[in-house]
Each structure stands twice: as structure tokens, then as C-alpha cells.
């Protein structure tokens, strides 16, 4: 196996040749970009041309040997520890390249739920390529019935010889604008227990009868999608897992997306997110008041809190076990701490914060603050988290049954 300096080498050279190393990030007040919102928002000739780019960097990488460094070698993969990952994803963060944002929930959620539960047929067909950015895929689990209540989904999946037909309708589909595939939950049986009635399938999101609608947000862009399915047929060798053991492909994706999620940071209470905060106390000349100290406070020990949970999960992970209910923990976290960053911010903005005046690093909080109803969808919502702390975590009682 090659050594851990061999491997360093080998990813620099390819780097020097094929990347132009980072630009330290101006961090001076009034410098550099005042964005912070939480979504990219852009039209769809900016998403097509930097994806295009973002597809032509990821295949570059994954020829090189970059590109699934832990993975199988029959796709495409190095087999080597997670530790060489860990270094490639470290050199690589000192480069310009293109973001690889459209990839995240096809190789964060959808790949590792295919290698764990697909036939071989879907592992052929679409592992080598997820990682090579050939294609792009989405998660089909939220409903407009059934939210991030995903055991009370009603999308239906009919047997009809080698195939399935599946009619309903998702939403809240993050990235289902330019997928090639999809992971589909679906309700296969109704007369069972509502979990017990769910199969998982990969579906071809450009077969007939599949129709994807954007979402206009608050921020004015539209991140999310609603997705439609008339009578699509997909074949039975398309199925994740057994028959009606649906639930048990779901809570692999959903962990490894709450863990994607959550592990992606805690919002902007640490780090260069606090001194933005700070700077923005100092320009109002708010920063000797108390409250507001207390509030950057608060903002800051909530954030280094969740961090260091999250190191500690990630540790687990990184340790060769899998996501458990403790990433939802994660994920709350990150989304009361957006929430405590964007009081803080309203205190010391004020009317700035709902009316441009032109100041740098003012007016652009809003479109922050109108993204956060968004994160406390995505990865389940907050109320549904706390059950499943609540519940798989600290083993509280259930909520009594409605009668």
C-alpha cells in the first residue's frame, strides 16, 4: 500500500498541475464579499455552467485517483483508510477549484445507501459514476402530507411483473433540477404498520412521467424542488433492499444525511463566523453594550458546544461506525445556533437588517435570516429530532397515541 507521504506527494503534484493554490480570504471589515446567506441562490444558466464545470474538475480528480480514495476497486475506488481521505480533502482545501456543492447529497446520502443495499446491476451502473460526477442524484423522502414524518408517506409503488409503477408526489427535493437519479421511498403494502409498508428504489429522474417544479423561497431563489411521479415504471432490479424493508434502507440515508448536515458546522458561532459577528458589533458601535455582548456570547459557546459534539461524532464515524441517532443532535444544534445568530443579528442591525442602506455587511443578513426556515427543513425538522432524541437517545417515553 502506498505510504501516507507517497500519497501526499502524488495528490500535490496533481494539484500543482491542475489547480491554482487558494487566496488567503480578506476577513478585514468592508473587505472582500458581504454575502452570508445560506443558500447559493441562482438562476439556472449559472447552476448548468457551474455544474458543468464542477463535472469536469470531479472527473479529472477521480482518474487521477482522487476521486473515491476509501471506496471498492471494481468502482472505481483505492481502498485505502480514511485517513488518506482526510489528507486529500486537507491539501485540496488549500487550491481554487470548483465547488462541488451539486455532488453533496448523491456521494454524502444516496451513494452510501446504494453500496449498502442496491443489487450489483445498480452498483455497476451508477457507483463509478456518482464519484466521477458523470451524474448527479437526489433524495426523495419528504412529502407534502407527511413532512419529515417519513413512516406516513403515501407515494405509491405497484408491482406489475419485472416492474414497479410509482405515482405520488415529494418535495423540498434539494438538487432534483439537474439529478440523473434519485432515491425513492415509496409505500408498497398499506394494510401493514405505515413503517412496515416501505421499499426503497433508484429511479431514473428522466423517465416518462417524472416532472420536477421549483420552489420559490423567501430568499427569492429556489434551492428546493416538488416532484411529481405519474405511473413511472421502475424495475424491480432498482430496488433498494427487500420488499417492504423500505424503513431500514431510509434511516441508513437519513443518518448519513443528518450527519452531512450537522457535520457540515454549527452555524456561525465560532471561528470567522464570530469575528463577523464581532466586526458587525463594532461598526454599530454596539459592542460595549451588554446585552449584545451577551448575545455574541451565547452565540459563540453554543457554536464551540456543537463543534466539539460534532467532532466527537465524526470521530465515530471516522472510527468505522455507522451514523447513529446521535447526528440528530447535530443537526438541531446547527439549527438552534442559526437561530441565536440571527437574533443577535436583528438586535444589532435593527431597521438595516429589513432596509438596504447601501452598508456594507448590513443589509445582506436578511437573506441569511430568510434561509433558516429552510435548514429547519432540511434533514428532518426540528420537531421531529427531538423525538428521536428524545426517544432513540435519552429512551424517553413515546408521545401517547392519538385516540
Known sequence: MITDEQFREEALAFLDANAKPRQPERTGWGEGSDTVGLFAEKTREQELAELAEAKAWKGLVFDAGFGWITGPAQYGGRELPAAYDRAWQSLSSRYDTPSQQAFGIGLGMVAPTILAHATDKVKDAYLRDLYRGDIVACQLFSEPGAGSDLAGLQTRAVRDGDEWVVTGQKVWTSGA?????????????????????????????????????????????????????????????????????????????????????????????????????????????????????????????????????????????????????????AKLSLTENLRRTADAVSLLLGPRLVANTGEWGTYSWAEFVLGIPGIRVAGGTDEVLRNIIGERVLGLPKDPAKE
Open 177 to 329: 433540477q439537474f439529478s440523473d437519479i434519485g432515491e425513492i421511498i415509496c409505500r408498497t403494502d398499506p394494510d401493514v404498520p405505515k413503517h412496515k409498508g416501505l421499499t426503497g428504489f433508484v429511479v431514473d429522474m428522466h423517465a416518462p412521467g417524472v416532472e420536477v417544479r421549483p420552489l420559490r423561497q423567501m430568499t427569492g431563489g429556489a434551492s428546493f424542488n416538488e416532484v411529481f411521479f405519474t405511473e413511472v415504471r421502475v424495475p424491480d432490479d432498482h430496488r433498494l433492499g427487500d420488499v417492504n424493508q423500505g424503513w431500514t434502507v431510509a434511516l441508513t440515508t437519513l443518518m448519513n444525511e443528518r450527519a452531512a448536515i450537522g457535520g457540515g458546522g454549527a452555524g456561525l458561532g465560532a471561528g470567522a463566523g464570530a469575528a463577523r459577528l464581532q466586526e458587525l458589533a463594532r461598526h454599530m458601535g454596539r459592542d460595549a453594550d451588554p446585552i449584545a455582548r451577551q448575545r455574541l456570547a451565547d452565540v459563540y459557546i453554543n457554536g464551540a458546544v456543537a463543534r466539539y459534539t460534532t467532532m466527537r461524532a465524526m470521530a465515530k464515524i471516522k472510527a468505522g461506525q455507522l451514523p447513529g441517532p446521535e447526528m440528530s443532535i
